[in-house]
């Protein structure tokens, strides 16, 4: 009889068949695509043998979509058909992406779900379409250059996307017909193309400098596994900002109005070319033909432009100092990787050095760097290293929870905790005979609901009856290595089961992605006295409540008029003190009409037990105790 064949874990069935990955670096300015050939990770070119492709869309002709140098050639002619910089507006909501819009000329469509969607010559478009038109030619350059249909795609993120930014990537993809093996951070694929080209090991610093993004990463390599032990950023900052500066300065020095789309869009062309030259020059010319009626020409030199980037430096470099102290590292940093084009600006460099107090590393062209990362992680996870000698362990940037009674914010999962993550824990009822249950799960760092962000709500239906505590709800949070979120909630004694997978229509603006870990240290001693004043007065109405009910049930019966009035004086001052919202004395009246209430509950108790005894035997209880 033959013998049925295994395959090694991780191997295909064939040990000689490949299958095809690849890694995307979907970028703000540009994007990349790359893959392992010959154990070697390499970017992909296109047929003139360029690998960058600007990530630019252009709709202006009716139902056509044109991307990368032609659709970028097409921007000052076409501003308002002419998506840049695209992956800034990726889960933003129409009001938070307003301003930004307006700076780059877009005109926005009304939006009932108030999701960003531009008005262009084909339609209106939504920055998921824009971005699925940038991964179906990359897609394309793929197959046409491999020679067969891929088995999936690594696509990397910032790593300060939150879980409607990656959502929408992740349904980019899907519309442009990649398989998506894994999402993955920006500076983490970074890591992991250094990780296996040196032979560096311990704590590295990613900082990771794109046209559009800034992210900074703290990683801890070691045997092969690569710990991510805080990052931090700002998902709006980045080289566009740079080129921004140069053309507001234009604009200045040229005493000129601010110029239609079109000539602004060629002044930024202009400012990032002056941009690049200074990182190797010291002085650049930028041309006004066809920006003024008398055209000419301004020079720029690289002490100027440092000043005009300087703040937008130290901006990044206070996200830094944030998340070194996130990371709590005993020892400095051992190496610094840069990441992004934005990184080859001298300033740059010598700010990141001398914060770091060393060299950064260099090796690997910052462009590329990322898209080689992806790679090399989808090559592992479609099978071709059976050894799976990578293990990536990423965490999620704000701390994930639900909305417990008094507007309380209970943290399930906290910032910086590693994922893939599962974590559990137990509520219960709040009112007797409650039979459902309101799960309102929210994201941020704050002691309060009002403070926090709403991510999704969903009802726990069909819990038994009972008094209020007595029921048992597990709820549990889980993130998968993506960094989306899956809550549910199950009835220990039923098994009744609810759950609901977190897909926000759109995402945080940029003030609260950078402002929502600043605000939970500026307002820690705030949070922490608002929530003791929520707990007492939860407390407090709680007590009221049991109160009220219990001197309805038996207050005639066991209080003597004068012992009810007083109780009932003592509960009325309470109520006028949980009104007035004072902590210290709320805490003092709760306690004082505990002491109040003491007698009546004692007398309940006995009461009850002796309703309990009544008629059972003496001769019966020994029986019991006999047993």
């Not at 032979?199 to 559009?212: M, N, T």
């Not at 002044?267 to 002056?274: D, E, I, T």
């Not at 700010?351 to 090796?363: G, I, N, T």
């Not at 999962?413 to 249950?437: M, S």
């Amino acid at each position: 009889m033959a013998l049925l064949q295994i395959a090694e874990p991780g191997q295909s069935p064939l040990p000689h068949q490949v299958k095809l990955a690849v890694g995307i670096d979907l970028g703000t300015t540009n994007s990349l695509v790359a893959t392992v050939r010959g154990g070697r990770a390499m970017v992909l070119p296109d047929e003139q043998g360029v690998a960058m492709l600007p990530s630019v869309v252009n709709y202006s002709e009716q139902g056509t979509a044109l991307v990368g140098r032609g659709a970028q050639a097409m921007s000052a002619d076409h501003p308002s058909d002419t998506l840049v910089s695209v992956k800034r507006f990726m889960g933003r909501g129409r009001d938070d992406a307003a301003a930004e819009a307006s700076r780059a000329h877009y005109q926005l469509a009304e939006d009932d779900e108030g999701m960003v969607r531009f008005v262009t010559s084909s339609g209106e478009i939504s920055p998921v379409q824009a971005s699925a038109e940038i991964l179906k030619l990359l897609h394309r350059r793929a197959v046409d250059t491999l020679g067969n249909e891929l088995d999936g795609a690594v696509i990397t993120v910032p790593a300060y996307f939150d879980e409607a930014q990656r959502q929408t990537t992740k349904d980019a993809a899907t519309l442009a017909g990649l398989k998506v093996l894994r999402l993955l951070n920006e500076p983490t694929a970074a890591a992991v193309a250094y990780g296996l080209d040196s032979a560096e090991r311990g704590v590295i610093a990613v900082y990771d400098l794109g046209g559009g993004t800034f992210d900074i990463s703290i990683l801890r390599l070691h045997q092969g596994v690569f710990e991510v032990l805080a990052t931090g950023g700002d998902t709006a900052l980045g080289g566009d900002d740079f080129d921004a500066a140069i053309a507001d300065w234009v604009l200045q020095q040229s005493d000129t109005e601010t110029p239609q789309p079109g000539q602004y869009r060629k002044l930024q062309g202009r400012a990032r070319a002056a941009k690049e030259q200074l990182s190797s020059d010291t002085s650049a010319t930028i041309s006004l033909d066809g920006l003024t009626p008398a055209g000419g020409a301004v020079a720029l030199t690289r002490e100027c432009f440092e000043a005009l980037i300087q703040p937008l430096v130290k901006q990044t470099l206070r996200a830094c100092r944030r998340c070194l102290r996130d990371a709590q590292l005993d020892d400095a940093v051992d190496n610094v990787v840069m990441v992004g084009g934005s990184t080859r600006v001298p300033l740059v460099r010598e700010a990141v050095s001398e914060f770091f107090e060393r060299e950064p590393l260099l090796d690997i062209d910052p462009d590329q760097v990322v898209a080689v990362g992806a790679a090399i992680q989808a090559d592992i996870l479609v099978g071709n290293r059976p050894e799976g000698d990578l293990l990536l362990l990423d965490v999620i940037p704000l701390s994930l929870g639900l909305e417990t009674m008094g507007g309380l914010v209970e943290k399930i999962i906290p910032r910086n905790t590693t994922i893939p993550v599962t974590r559990a824990q137990e509520f219960t009822t709040f009112k007797d005979g409650q039979t459902a249950l309101a799960v309102h799960i929210v994201q941020g760092e704050r002691e309060l609901v009002a403070d926090s962000r709403s991510l999704a709500r969903f009802e726990l239906r069909g819990i038994p009856p009972m008094v209020a505590g007595a029921a048992r709800i597990q709820v549990t949070f889980q993130v998968d290595a993506d960094g989306l979120l899956n809550v549910s909630a199950r009835e220990q004694a039923t098994g009744a089961q609810s759950s609901v997978t977190v897909k926000p229509s759109f995402g945080l603006s940029d003030d609260q992605i950078s402002g929502m870990l600043q605000a939970s240290f500026s307002h820690a001693q705030e949070d922490k006295q608002a929530r003791q004043l929520a707990e007492q007065r939860l407390e407090a109405e709680q007590l009221l409540e049991g109160l009220e009910n219990a001197l309805a049930a038996d207050g005639d019966a066991l209080l003597t008029p004068v012992e009810c009035a007083e109780l009932h004086a003592e509960m009325k001052r309470l109520q006028e003190t949980l009104d007035d919202g004072e902590l210290s004395a709320l805490r003092l009246q709760t306690e004082q009409v505990g002491r109040a209430s003491e007698a009546f509950a004692a007398r309940r108790m006995d009461n009850s037990i002796h309703r309990a005894l009544a008629g059972v035997s003496l001769e019966a209880l020994e029986d019991g105790e006999r047993k």
